[in-house]
Structures are given as C-alpha cells and as structure tokens.
C-alpha cells in the first residue's frame, strides 16, 4: 500500500528549493502589508506599484462600446444592415415562442388592448398536469408520473400557474434551438480537429463568463424584450451540449462504427443512423444540461424583459417581500425538478421495440391519450370553467408564513444574528479585505505567475500572468481584489462546511440518504433565491452576500468530497484494516490523501460557482466586478459590461488553471495517473 501511494513523490532537493521561494514570497507580502516604511519606500521609488496608473490603461472599454455602436449603426451587409439582420432573427425566434405562450399562457387572442378578443383558449391547467403525467409514465413509470404530475399541481395549487407557463413557453422554444445549435457545433468539433480546437477556448470563457454578462451585448444588439432574453438563455445554455456532444460521439464503440462501414454506410449515414443513435444516451445528459441552465437564467433574463416565475422572483427581490419570492423560487425549483427527473428518465430509457401491426392506439397510448384528455378538457372549459383555468378561490399560499417567520426570526434573535455578523465581518472579511487590497498589484501578478510556473510550467505561467494583468490594464484591480476576497472567503466557509458534510456521508450510508437529495434540491434552486432571506436577515451589504454565496456554491465541495472518498480502491482500504489501521487512522492516512485529487477539483467548482453567484450579489450592494456588470446593464453599456465580464472570466480561469494544475500534480504524486 505505501508504495502505490508514495513511490511518485518528488525529489526532496526541488520540494525543499520550492518552499523555501514559497516562504520567502509570503514573508515579503505580509512585509508590504504591515510594514509602514516599506510601503513608504516602495511608494517612493515606484509610485505606480499601488495604484495603476490612468496613462497606462488599455482602454478596451472604449473600443468594444466604439465596434457595438459602429456594428449597429454603420455596419451594411448589402441587402441590409446589421441591426436589421439581428432584429430579423429576434422576429424569427418570435413567432414560435408567441404560439407557444399563447398555448400554454394567454390562450390566441385577436386585436390588440381593449378590442382584443380571444379567438380560443390556452390550454387547460389539467390537461397540462395530464400530459406531464403521461409524460412520466412514458419515460419511467408510475413513480416518476406521481412525481411529475404533483410538482405541476403544485404550480395550480399555489397560484403560479400563468407565471409558470409563461417560463415553460420559452424554456420549450429556447431548448430545442439551444440542443440543435450545440449539437451542430459538437458535430462539426468532432469531425475538424481545427474547429475543435477554435471552440474549445471559446467554451472555456463562455462557461466562465458570468450570466449578466451576457445580457449586455444581447440587450444592445436585439433589444429589449423576451425573444431578447430567450437568446440569451440560448446562449449561455448551449456550451455543455457542445462539449458532451463531441465527447459522446467519441465514445461510441469502434465496432459499432465498424458495423455501419461493412453494411454500406456514407459518411452521413454513419454520422445520423450509427454514431448519434448509438450516442443518444449521453445526448441526452447534454439535454438535461441545457434544460438546467436555461431554468437558471430566467430570472436574470426578466431583467431584459422576460416575464414568468423569474419576473416574479425578481420583483420580491427589489420589495424585499420574502413570501412572495420564496414561492416563485419554490415553483421554479419543483419546476426544474419535473423536467431534470423527466429528461434524466428519457435519457436512460431503452430503445422501443417495433411496433408494426399493431393497432394505433397500441402504437401511440399515451399521445392518443393526452390528444383525447386536451380535447375534453378544451371542450369542457367552455361549460365549466375549472376545467380550463384552477379556481381562485382554491389556491393555497404561504406567502404570509414565511414573511411572519422571518419577522419573528428578526424580532427574537436579532441581537444574536448582528453578534455572527460583527464578529465575522470585523475578525474575517474586513481584515481579508484590507490585506488584498493594500498588496501591490505587481506582487499579486508575480505570485500568480511563480505558482502557474511551479504548477504547469511555462506555459501555464504565460497564461494566468497575461489574465492578470488584464485586471490591471483595464483599470479593474481594486474591482477585482474585492471579488477576490469575497470569492475566498466564501470558499473557505464553503469548504469547511461541505468537507465534513461529504466524509460523514461517504462513511454513512443513512447520512447519505439524506445528504444526496439535500444537495440535488440545493442545485435545482435558482441563484437569486438564496439572496432573498440572506437580504431579510442581515440585510444588504457583503456579509449577506457571503451568506448567499456559501449556500450556492456548497454542493459541489459535498459532492466532491462523497466521490473522492468512495472511489478509493476497496483493496486498499482492506490492507490497511489488515495492518491494524483504525477507521479515523483509515481516513486521514489511506482516504483522503488518494481523495485529495477530486476534493480540489470540488474547491475548483466551488470557486466557479461563488464567482457566478458574486456577480447575482451586485443587487445587494456588493462593490465588485459584479457591480460593474450590472451597472453596465443599467446602462446598456456594452464595453464596460464586456470588460468587467471578462475579467470575472479570467478570475475564474486562473483559479481553474492553477488548481486543475494542482490537482494533476497530486494524482501523479500519489501515484494515480
């Protein structure tokens, strides 16, 4: 056991040189830091070591606003402009989503304000629990049907019914033409190594660059408006389906590939009738992802003009009535759950069998089935209204318990809630913050660049140092030191909570039980819900959105840690109960060191998370990139919102770079790659 886990250890010499730097490095920083006449003399000799200078900013803020505005104004693609080209596919995207709304929320009305006339009626809210119902039994059974039909009973029950609807008719348009964009572009990464390569940095930053960010150039080029907020959601869903995409295809079985050349396929055959059959699969967990992100950006799309559940989330937030927004963020949550359980069950459901012969409603139950219950109910919606829209008087709301309970909450521990909060904020972040933000940014790069270079060479070295000082450049460092701290400290109390919460339910199969659907549930609620009653407790400031911000980003350190451990080699684990090893010696000897590769990379994904979060923060007054970014939507100032999503996006890649960098090394040191 010990040679598996210890034969890959370094040279002792190149271990020692490179503490030694390490050591000398972190005693030069808390030097600057705390010593007075060292700031003095560095101030004096180099005056631009703190404070970068106006005459040396970059200014790409300037230029990306100057190519917008020219793009839309100037830019003529012969038959038309390019803001007619971009308004013309805003018109496209239109007219499905408008039947699609019409279908499920508002019924197809004719004329326009007072003299609108509805032609014919939305559909029912029980047809639509009907065929969620049917739609479960379809894809796995009776459970999954129960499960299915509750969660879109609780959307009628509850009185968010049309809100709800109105996020299904564009999650239902934004979908498919995200699936098939992705899909489009994963085939052709497949097939090219050259578009592979082109996509794969523009996957990174898409995936890393926060979600208002998006909202700025879209706002700019499409308008104001829901099809404006559908693109959107389009865009920052579909890189994971790209991804999983190219890597499913990958992995069909060179048999199976082989099979189809021998029967006579072309190229095209192969690709349409073996390899994405073959794939479907997987396909379908990029589905899956796509659903997800597009469920998680309908709140922050209302702020360009979608309606829906997130509208009504978004407008809680800013009256700060916690009940109201609670039971938005629950509907988008259960939601969520119904069409994540529902892809999931479609993704592993398999191949049916051929039915020829067979009488069509034995080939087709369930679609003759919800046909025939849409009809009646339809039909039956004109003679009795509580077939087609729930009744008012029967909706349920908890809206009012929730807000009593955090008022008495307020009223009966307020002292202890402001006791946590000082306590934090003067021994933790307000010291983490002062120390950031007095290091020279010059000391910041050059750490960054020793790390990517003791990590990854020279290369990973050339990378973080350039994303650096593109904080720099742009005038940014403070912005982004501030979403450093925040970022850090939330990582931290993150860690320290989910690292415990993960061994104990790795080792504890009851624990787990529980654990597991905790963090699903957790993962399936939309960012803004977490700031709500973070907002009603400690109120707004940079403790409520370290709160926020922990609670977002904590499952993936669960997550982590529960895989890490359990994928530990049972022979190991058995070799050392045969040496005599106690369970806690087992742990911390055998466990977590051969885990320590996958718990790292959980700290990576709990890094990307926060960072996410942080800027969703920014509407409770945080004073980062986040805030820059959102400032920039308020605007519609495309080079500042750009800028500032960028540099969140390099942030986020360092601190990628750097610990996926880690991590590799670890593995190779314990001897597991």
């Not at 004096?44 to 970068?52: H, L, Q, T």
């Not at 699609?100 to 609108?116: I, P």
């Not at 940014?476 to 919460?501: D, F, H, K, R």
Request: proline share 5%; charged share 15%.
């Amino acid at each position: 056991m010990s040679t598996a886990i210890y034969t890959a250890v370094p040279r002792a010499g190149t271990a020692r040189r490179s503490s030694v730097v390490w050591i000398a490095a972190l005693i030069a920083t808390v030097a600057i830091v705390h010593s007075d006449w060292l700031r003095d003399l560095i101030e004096a000799v180099a005056p631009w070591a703190f404070k970068y200078p106006r005459a040396w900013v970059i200014p790409f803020r300037d230029w990306i606003t100057s190519f917008m505005e020219w793009l839309i104004n100037d830019f003529d693609l012969g038959l038309f402009t390019f803001k007619e080209f971009t308004r013309s596919i805003a018109w496209l995207i239109s007219w499905p989503y408008a039947f699609a709304q019409a279908l499920l929320a508002e019924g197809f009305v004719s004329g326009q304000g007072a003299a609108a006339v509805t032609v014919w009626p939305r559909l029912s809210w029980l047809a639509v629990v009907a065929i969620a119902v049917l739609s479960g039994l379809h894809a796995g059974g009776w459970r999954l049907a129960l499960l299915v039909g509750a969660c879109f009973a609780y959307l009628a029950v509850f009185g968010q019914w049309t809100s709800a609807m109105v996020t299904l008719s564009s999650i239902a348009i934004a979908v498919p033409i995200g699936v098939a964009g992705g899909l489009l572009l994963g085939i052709a990464g497949f097939r090219s190594a050259a578009v592979e390569r082109a996509l794969t940095p523009v996957l990174d930053l898409m995936q890393t660059v926060p979600i208002f960010a998006y909202l700025v150039p879209t706002l700019f080029l499409f308008g104001f408006g829901p099809v404006a907020a559908m693109i959107a959601t389009i865009i920052y869903a579909m890189p994971p389906m790209v991804r999983i995409t190219m890597l499913a295809l990958r992995q069909v079985p060179e048999e199976v590939v082989e099979f189809g050349r021998m029967a006579g396929c072309t190229p095209r055959q192969l690709l349409w009738k073996v390899r994405i059959p073959a794939a479907r699969q997987n396909l379908m967990v990029g589905v899956n992802q796509v659903i997800m992100l597009s469920l998680n950006m309908v709140i922050i799309a209302s702020m360009i003009g979608a309606g829906g559940l997130g509208y009504d989330v978004l407008t809680a937030l800013r009256r700060l009535n916690i009940g109201a927004g609670l039971e938005a963020g629950v509907a988008i949550v259960v939601l969520a759950i119904a069409l994540d359980r529902l892809s999931q069950a479609l993704a592993n459901r398999p191949p049916e069998k051929a039915k020829a012969g067979r009488s069509p409603f034995r080939r087709h139950p369930y679609l003759l089935t919800g046909a025939a219950i849409v009809a009646v109910t339809w039909i039956g919606g004109f003679f009795l209204p509580a077939l087609a829209t729930y009744p008012a008087e029967l909706t349920v709301t908890t809206g009012r318990f929730w807000s009593d309970l955090v008022s008495w909450i307020n009223v009966n521990f307020f002292d202890t809630l402001e006791a946590i909060r000082t306590f934090l904020l003067l021994n933790l972040m307000v010291p983490v913050k002062r120390f950031l933000l007095a290091l020279p940014w010059p000391l910041v790069v050059g750490l960054v660049a020793l790390a990517g270079y003791q990590l990854g060479g020279w290369r990973l070295m050339a990378l973080v140092t350039v994303l650096s000082l593109f904080l720099a450049v742009t005038r940014q460092w403070e912005n982004a030191m501030e979403t450093v701290y925040l970022c850090g400290v939330s990582v931290v109390i993150a860690s320290l909570i989910g690292w415990p919460i993960g061994i104990w339910a790795a080792r504890n199969r009851r624990v787990d039980a529980v654990v597991q659907p905790t963090i699903d549930t957790l993962q399936t609620m939309p960012s803004f819900v977490y700031l709500i009653p973070a907002v009603m407790l400690f109120r707004v400031g940079d403790f409520s959105a370290m709160i926020a911000v922990v609670s977002y980003s904590v499952v993936p350190a669960i997550r982590y840690t529960i895989h890490g451990i359990r994928q530990v080699p049972p022979a190991l684990i058995e070799a050392a109960t045969a040496q005599g090893c106690t369970r806690r010696q087992i742990l911390w000897r055998v466990q977590l060191p051969l885990a320590l590769p996958e718990i790292m990379l959980g700290v990576n994904q709990t890094i990307m998370m926060a960072l996410s979060m942080l800027v969703i923060t920014a509407l409770v007054g945080t004073r980062d990139l986040g805030q820059e970014v959102y400032v920039a939507l308020t605007k519609a100032d495309t080079g500042r919102g750009i800028v500032a999503g960028l540099c969140v996006a390099f942030v986020a890649i360092v601190a990628d770079r750097l610990i996926s960098a880690g991590s590799a090394r670890t593995k190779r040191r314990l001897g597991l790659s």
